[in-house]
């Protein structure tokens, strides 16, 4: 057993042990998982891919005359405009009205990042707090109050693979799916998947602090749509989407290369994340959850051209045979695909894993872990509404 | 002399899109033409992905021979870039890659792109989230 002080102190007195969760697997096999519970004090996760689910606070400053903001463009991508006269929230998502998905909120937060100059456009209703009706200026990261990227979504704990029975090519957020079961996409880092690695969430929860786009950020707790609930096979893991994160960072101590604007073709804009998480090994229970190996970890493959909330399902696979190149679906062998990037996972992995390794990154006990038991709802039907509106008066 | 390979795109303006070049490069230097990629529309520019086969020199001369009627000739290779320092390797453009001319290493999980299995299709091009995948034609 270990605790959270004295694993922070080997940090700062430089005697840690850290390692991937690649590379906890290599010991795990060699010397079991009381040697991993022994030996190893804390385990880096990351995950790298387009999280739709992502978006950034801004404040501007006040202009002068000072102008309440009430419609806001960022190089012509809408942003948020409910808020404080000069705050608003930029999402990822956002499309540019003239370029259309060709560029959006994620390519913005790029640009701002890589330190380009972005042209800011507002309008206003005059008032005596607010009297300027109008403003269009260039902005910088440097030259803005505020950018805290917060996402409400982000690292799901394993993601629904997709296919396509349909004789057409479908082009969806897990990419293109060629007609008549011609390929399987998937997503999630496998082995290296931060809540994969936490099954339970023992670890994970409010406060955590992590890798987010490069530099420092934190966990708020559940993101949107977290189903802990999930179907789960014996070793824990869910066998499909389950738990999420909402995270929160400073953008302008972030890295270009660990967030970058994306146009996934005929759907829309997107943002790619990259997210590391370091897990400590606090006892064996632990250990044995962050040596689990992508043979071990499955998830079902879904068919997309379903267009309905509950798809049929094509059987499961594990990330071993996914990453293979090809699953077999009714005695087919059919091509395999990532979405979401393991290279620059591991490269994220191996970079948190550094900063620990050399007293720069030292582990949050959070306040508060995840729910273990949301609920996961749909959107009621509409009818469902009607009869509600009938059963009162009735 | 040995049979080589070599992958080209011919650029027709549009005074000479009805030209008979290819009758010549079969018939008058043995070469084995397939066409991979064509569009060919009467009065504008029109471009063809070819790949020829026989003697490195007579492809050579029936190269020469189609530049000298005003046809432009570029080698295929230069033609399809895949800025390596910008792509994240995140897998979407293998999907449509049917010639398996981009690949993961499933060693480093890097995309690869091998030249020469590509056959100019741009699937990739339209594909790609970070538009890191170029044709310039």
Redesign the interface.
């Known amino acids: 057993m270990k605790t959270y002080e004295e694993i922070n102190e080997k940090i700062k007195q430089g005697k840690a042990v850290v390692v991937t969760a690649d590379e906890v697997c290599e010991l795990a096999d060699a010397e079991g998982i009381k040697a991993v519970a022994d030996k190893v004090d804390v385990v880096t996760t990351a995950t790298?891919?387009?999280m739709c689910s992502s978006g950034v606070f801004l404040n501007f400053g006040h202009a002068d005359p000072p102008i309440k903001m009430d419609k806001i463009w960022l190089n012509d991508v809408p942003a948020y405009q409910g808020l404080a006269a000069v705050d608003t929230y930029l999402g990822a998502t956002a499309a540019s009205e003239t370029e259309g998905i060709q560029y959006g909120g994620g390519h913005v937060i790029e640009d701002l990042l890589s330190g380009k100059t972005i042209r800011l456009e507002a309008e206003g209703y005059k008032t005596d707090c607010y009297p300027a009706e109008r403003v269009t200026v260039q902005i910088t990261l440097d030259s803005i109050n505020q950018a805290t990227l917060l996402n409400p979504r982000n690292a799901y704990q394993n993601y629904a693979a997709a296919t396509n029975s349909s004789p057409r090519t479908l082009h969806t957020y897990m990419?293109?799916?060629?007609p008549r079961l011609g390929?399987v996409?998937y997503s999630t880092s496998g082995q290296l998947n931060p809540l994969i690695n936490d099954p339970e969430y023992r670890t994970i929860g409010f406060g955590t602090k992590i890798f987010l786009g490069g530099g420092i950020g934190y966990v708020l707790g559940e993101g949107t749509q977290h189903n802990p609930n999930q179907l789960r096979a014996a070793n824990k893991v869910p066998l499909s989407s389950a738990a999420t994160l909402m995270l929160m960072g400073d953008l302008k101590q972030m890295n270009a290369r660990y967030l970058?604007?994306?146009?996934?073709?005929q759907y829309g804009v997107?943002l790619?994340v990259g997210v590391g998480i370091p897990i400590p090994v606090l006892d064996e229970g632990i250990a044995e959850s962050v040596s689990i190996r992508d043979k071990d970890i499955y998830t079902t493959i879904y068919d997309y051209s379903i267009q309905k909330l509950s798809r049929p399902t094509y059987g499961r696979a594990s990330y071993q045979e996914l990453?293979s190149?090809s699953v077999q679906i009714n005695g087919n062998a059919v091509?395999t695909?990532?979405?979401?990037?393991?290279?620059?996972a591991?490269e994220i992995a191996a970079i948190l894993k550094d900063w620990i390794r050399r007293g720069e990154f030292f582990l949050v006990e959070p306040i508060r872990l995840l729910s273990r038991d949301t609920r996961f709802k749909p959107l009621p039907q509409k009818d469902t509404a009607a009869s509600q509106k009938d059963s009162v008066k009735s | 002399m040995n049979t080589v390979t070599r992958r080209v795109i011919l650029t027709f303006p549009p005074n000479l899109v009805e030209d008979t070049a290819i009758y010549h490069l079969i018939k008058d230097y043995d070469l084995i033409v397939n066409i991979l990629r064509a569009k060919i529309i009467p009065k504008e520019i029109g471009r063809i992905v070819l790949e020829l086969r026989g003697k490195l020199d007579n492809i050579k001369k029936g190269l020469s021979y189609v530049e000298s009627k005003g046809i432009e000739v570029k080698s295929l290779a230069q033609d399809i870039q895949l800025n390596e320092d910008k792509c994240?390797?995140?897998?979407?453009c293998?999907?449509?890659c049917h010639q398996k001319a981009l690949t993961?290493n499933?060693v480093?999980?890097?995309i690869e792109f091998n030249r020469d299995d590509c056959v100019l299709c741009e699937?990739c091009v339209?594909?790609c989230?970070?538009?890191v995948i170029q044709v310039s034609f």
Do not use: D
């Not at chain 1, 990419?175 to 060629?178: D, F, I, M, R």
């Not at chain 2, 994240?88 to 979407?92: A, D, E, K, L």
């Open positions: 790298f891919g387009p990419g293109t799916l060629l390929n996409a970058r604007g994306a146009t996934i073709k997107s790619m990453r190149g091509p695909n990532p979405v979401s990037s393991l290279f620059m591991r | 994240v390797s995140c897998g979407m293998l999907a449509v993961l499933a480093t999980w890097k699937q339209s594909v989230p970070l538009k």
